[in-house]
């Protein structure tokens, strides 16, 4: 079983819409969660991390769910600019060895 | 930008090249990593230096061999490589020290688009 898993997607949405998508992980002791953000061709971003508690960014909300191991991104009111890949990210303790989940696309259209 | 910057954007090399990707860092950041991006893969740590000390080697083939002489510099030395080889190559860095509380807020660089032929 991978370390992190995510639906590839393309999740294609119509602009004004919400999209919400979840990431898996396989290790119970992992304490850390991040979402970043890759655009086409480019490095990886720091989107948000995770807390226990939920927490919003703007249009973004970001939840975790630890009893069944999965962290979930949703984006309300998506904007073209929204068009991304979204990366999972996961430390499964307090050192530098983050799992990457291998991204779910999401496509914003007009 | 994001204050990591590497070179080249681009390269392509023949098996039988010996070529270097460079990277350099603007955050007054303590530790660099070397991470590895094939297509539809997740990204896969290749190595890490923490106060220019190789913390992590990630099982990585010896025709890749990394080299940081300075907290903000770090390289990353290709020699008879192989097509399968051809991935994204990022460098990112970050502020702590692993195992004693290391921030795992990676800032990253552009990468270096490699294709071997």
């Known amino acids: 079983r991978k370390e992190v898993e995510q639906d590839p997607g393309p999740f294609n949405v119509p602009e004004g819409a919400t999209v919400a998508f979840n990431c898996t992980y396989s290790?119970?002791?992992?304490?850390?969660f991040f979402w970043y953000r890759q655009d086409c061709r480019k490095e990886p971003k720091l989107l948000m991390s995770?807390?226990?508690s939920g927490n919003e960014d703007g249009r973004f909300t970001a939840q975790l769910n630890r009893a069944s191991q999965y962290i979930s991104l949703l984006i309300r009111d998506s904007k073209l600019s929204d068009s991304a890949t979204y990366l999972c990210v996961v430390n499964r303790s307090n050192d530098y060895k983050l799992s990457f989940g291998a991204g779910t696309t999401v496509t914003v259209r007009a | 930008e994001t204050g990591v910057t590497q070179t080249p954007r681009h390269l392509v090399m023949g098996m039988t090249n010996k070529k270097s990707l460079k990277c350099e860092q603007h955050?007054?950041?303590?530790?660099m990593y070397w991470y590895k991006q094939s297509a539809k893969k997740p990204l896969e740590l290749m190595f890490v230096y923490s106060l220019e000390e190789r913390v992590e080697n990630n099982s990585v083939p010896s025709r890749f061999s990394p080299e940081c002489p300075n907290s903000s510099h770090l390289f990353l030395h290709l020699h008879t490589l192989q097509p399968e080889d051809s991935a994204l190559y990022l460098c990112?860095?970050?502020?702590?020290?692993?195992?004693?509380?290391?921030?795992?807020?990676?800032?990253f660089g552009s990468g270096t688009q490699l294709s071997v032929l």
């Open positions: 290790n119970s002791a992992s304490q850390s």
């Open positions: 990112a860095s970050s502020q702590g020290v692993p195992g004693q509380g290391l921030n795992e807020k990676l800032f």
């Open positions: 955050l007054g950041h303590n530790a």
């Open positions: 995770v807390y226990s």
